[in-house]
């Protein structure tokens, strides 16, 4: 069971537990079984959290609040996660920023010249990276290049 869990994707130590308690497992078979994945090195939060953080935010387009908020979700300890998220190059972030708000921009229907569809479109922008975990100062910074450039 352990081992197909593993196979779908890397958990968490916190994950794999929660996961075989949840199936049902005695205590005692959920420490074994979880002593046997460490010993094969199987379980190692600080290679999963590294791992989570370089894919959820090249790939989806996570800011560094969503990842830290992914990752305690997780079970990881504060001192892992602020490793993990320390790997994060802020100018790669701040491109991904840019990158995401020009593609939604795309998409939006507004005309850039009119305040009020300029307003609309920067709260949307603004709302759309702040829910991917951007902090407020890059997302300030970003729609307001992105609108900038765009007219």
Not at 96 to 114: E, H, Q, S, Y
Request: glycine share 6%; net charge neutral; hydrophobic share 40%.
């Amino acid at each position: 069971m352990a081992l197909r869990l593993l196979g779908v994707r890397a958990r968490s130590r916190h994950e794999m537990r929660e996961r075989l308690l949840r199936r049902g497992f005695d205590d005692d078979v959920v420490n074994d079984v979880m002593a046997r994945l460490d010993r094969a090195g199987l379980l190692d939060d600080t290679d999963f959290a590294s791992e989570w953080v370089r894919s959820r935010h090249s790939h989806s387009g996570r800011g560094r609040i969503a990842l830290k908020q992914e990752l305690r979700s997780k079970g990881i300890d504060t001192e892992v996660i602020d490793e993990a998220l320390a790997g994060i190059d802020p100018d790669a972030e701040r491109a991904n920023a840019v990158t995401i708000a020009n593609k939604k921009l795309a998409t939006m229907d507004v005309d850039l010249t009119d305040r009020a569809d300029r307003d609309k479109a920067f709260r949307r922008l603004a709302g759309m990276l702040s829910r991917r975990g951007y902090d407020q100062s890059t997302v300030i910074e970003v729609v307001g290049e992105v609108l900038r450039t765009a007219t």
